[in-house]
């Protein structure tokens, strides 16, 4: 057992660095497709789940095995499916109106497929055939082999994301890797009983299929909330079912350490998650929840969770401690994150998924399945790195995101910062046009706005009119605009904006100074000056894009009300800027039709 475990840990700390390499060559363009990317992978959790649900160990266990295989299942089929509708969308400017011959090559791809699950089953069955103990033991060692190689798939899957050009094709072998585990373990001796299996797996199926088909690009950050939620729930649940069944026969302090983090970092991650992903959706307040003494209640509670679980490794028959640390981890899981604003969520969201990471190499190392441990630790890698990057790219600290209630505090500053600076000057569409005429480059600002009021097609519109006018259009893209990693990409991509248009931060603020107009659609935080020069600003630090370096700047946005910061922006009372108010959707059809007029 200590030597499994110790292999088991080798194999977590090197997964971790390899995903480590392979993730920060992601670049920020495909991060949101790497959130729904891990989560697919992640979803490896199933094998283990399909094994406590066929397995008969125990009513108790093949009901808690069966939620866990609809979970698990769900987010598999869910999180592959919205991969690859996302992935789609992203092309360079030659390839948009052409049809990629991704048809052509899925149907040989699936074809392939479907030969090397043949092949698999085949092999499984005359391994399992009715007759010595060794073909039982043939069999388990193909299913070893296959796991191996469906980890090499993973890794291959992630390492593809590194460029949009071969992002799907890497995501087809990841979900390859991951059809070859699960059929495989279909067949893992210990499973007699397939009917809790299928119908986890049909419901998982229909619920995560019609989720990655349905779900509007606009709703993905609460999708991806949801779906570590239910991966964090299926890990608590077998990790449950493992205590109870081990529990008869005696168990050691090292299954019992890694039961304990299992069902901990499941269950926080569990409640945690679903309370994001219900703030993201707007059925919870999405303001900061605060009382006096919270961050010390907090501490205490995680602390308790602790010295119970330190004590359940000496005393691991004390069942009921284990039900209370549950019942206590669910708890904590939920007041973590009530301090936190909705507009955190995206660090907050990144960083449950590196939690569920953990949940999930737990899970691995319960059932000494290394190939969970290798899909947790990337996962764990990819949440963490990209919680990072944010907290990075907004000048804050990962301890100020989950204990400084941002959004509670900002609001405040927001009031008292609410009084006028300065004139403010307005344009009309109509005035607009007649500088559109004189000019000859554009660069566009999106932001969260932009998402608010689904104007990217608006957006992408007006873009091709300028450059049918033979206007030079650039797309600047900051690392956080918007409410996710990425998330203008995707909005972008979706609108067919060819992917070579848009410009990362560092490499579009030096076409500031040249550019005409910067048009700023639904941008406020990313483009405030006082990051730059007002060192009392809580923003001061933030890089920004240096719209204010253009040589004049329109802004569409309903108000002059904050950003996300609740810091006002000294950019609407500069002299070269103008503002086009109202919703940047209506504003942009209103120019469009007054362009064409
Ligand atoms: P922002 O600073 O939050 O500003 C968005 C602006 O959009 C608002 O000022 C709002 O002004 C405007 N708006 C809202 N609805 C609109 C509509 N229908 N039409 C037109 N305008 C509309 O957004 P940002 O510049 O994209 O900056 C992102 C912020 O989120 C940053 O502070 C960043 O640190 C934070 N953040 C981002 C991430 C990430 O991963 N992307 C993660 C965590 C936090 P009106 O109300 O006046 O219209």
Redesign the pocket.
């Known amino acids: 057992m200590t030597t499994e475990l110790e292999i088991g840990l080798y194999i977590f700390i090197l997964a971790g660095f390899l995903g480590y390499h392979v993730i920060t060559r992601i670049p920020p363009l495909l991060h949101t497709p790497l959130m729904s990317a891990t989560n697919a992978i992640s979803g490896i959790s199933l094998i283990g789940s399909l094994v406590v649900a066929g397995a008969n160990y125990s009513r108790l266990s093949t009901v808690l095995g069966f939620l866990a295989v609809t979970c698990s299942s769900t987010n598999v089929v869910g999180g592959f499916l919205i991969t690859d509708r996302m992935l789609k969308m992203f092309k360079r400017k030659q390839e948009m109106g052409i049809q990629r011959r991704w048809h052509q090559l899925n149907r040989q791809q699936w074809l392939a497929i479907s030969v090397l699950i043949a092949v698999l089953l085949l092999l499984i069955f005359w391994l399992r055939r009715p007759g010595t103990a060794t073909n039982v033991a043939d069999a388990a060692t193909a299913l070893r082999y296959s796991y191996i190689v469906s980890a090499v798939l993973f890794i291959l899957g992630l390492k593809g994301l590194s460029s949009p050009k071969y992002a799907r094709r890497g995501m087809f072998l990841a979900a390859f890797g991951m059809v070859m585990a699960i059929v495989g373990t279909l067949f893992h001796p210990e499973i007699v009983n397939y009917r809790w299996i299928t119908i986890g797996l049909a419901i998982g199926s229909i619920v995560g299929g019609s989720m990655g088909l349905r779900i509007p690009m606009t709703a993905v950050p609460q999708r991806t909330a949801l779906s570590h939620s239910l991966g964090a729930l299926a890990a608590s649940l077998i990790g449950i079912s493992e205590y109870v069944r081990h529990l008869a026969v005696g168990l050691d302090s090292v299954k019992m350490t890694t039961i304990g983090l299992e069902v901990v970092i499941g269950s926080l991650t569990f409640t945690g998650s679903l309370m994001a992903a219900g703030k993201l959706q707007g059925l919870l307040p999405g303001a900061p929840i605060t009382y006096r003494g919270q961050n010390i209640f907090n501490i205490t509670l995680l602390a308790t969770v602790i010295a119970t679980l330190i004590y359940l490794v000496f005393v691991p028959s004390a069942s009921t401690l284990f039900f209370i640390i549950v019942g206590l981890a669910l708890l904590f899981g939920f007041l973590l994150v009530i301090p936190i604003g909705a507009?955190?969520m995206?660090?907050v969201i990144a960083l449950l998924n590196s939690y569920g990471g953990l949940a999930d190499a737990s899970m691995g190392f319960v059932l000494m399945n290394k190939i969970q441990i290798i899909t947790g630790s990337l996962d764990g890698t990819s949440g963490f790195l990209l919680s990072l990057l944010?907290c990075r790219a907004?000048n804050r600290s990962a301890i100020n995101v989950l204990f400084g209630a941002f959004g509670k505090v900002q609001e405040e500053e927001a009031g008292a910062a609410g009084e006028a600076k300065g004139t403010v000057r307005s344009i009309t569409p109509e005035e607009l046009t007649v500088l559109v005429d004189s000019i000859r480059s554009v660069i566009i600002v999106p932001?969260?706005?932009m998402a608010?009021?689904q104007a990217q097609h608006g957006v992408s519109e007006l873009a091709k009119l300028l450059s049918a006018r033979g206007i030079d259009v650039k797309y600047a893209i900051h690392p956080?605009?918007?409410?996710?990693?990425g998330?203008m990409n995707v909005l972008l991509a979706e609108a067919n904006v060819p992917y070579d248009q848009l410009y990362t931060m560092e490499q579009i603020n030096p076409y500031f100074p040249e550019a005409d107009i910067a048009l700023v659609v639904?941008?406020?935080?990313?483009?405030n000056p006082a990051a730059k020069n007002n060192k009392s600003s809580p923003l001061y630090g933030m890089p920004i894009l240096e719209v204010d370096r253009a040589k004049s700047i329109i802004v569409?946005?309903?108000?002059?009300?904050?950003?996300?910061?609740g810091v006002d922006n000294e950019l609407y009372y500069d002299p070269k800027c103008m503002m086009l108010f109202g919703?940047?959707k209506e504003s942009l059809n209103q120019l469009f039709a007054a362009l064409k007029s």
């Open positions: 507009a955190d995206p660090v944010m907004m932001g969260y706005g608010v009021a956080v605009a918007g409410r996710m990693p998330h639904g941008a406020n935080d990313v483009t569409l946005k309903r108000s002059l009300r904050p950003g996300f910061a919703d940047a």
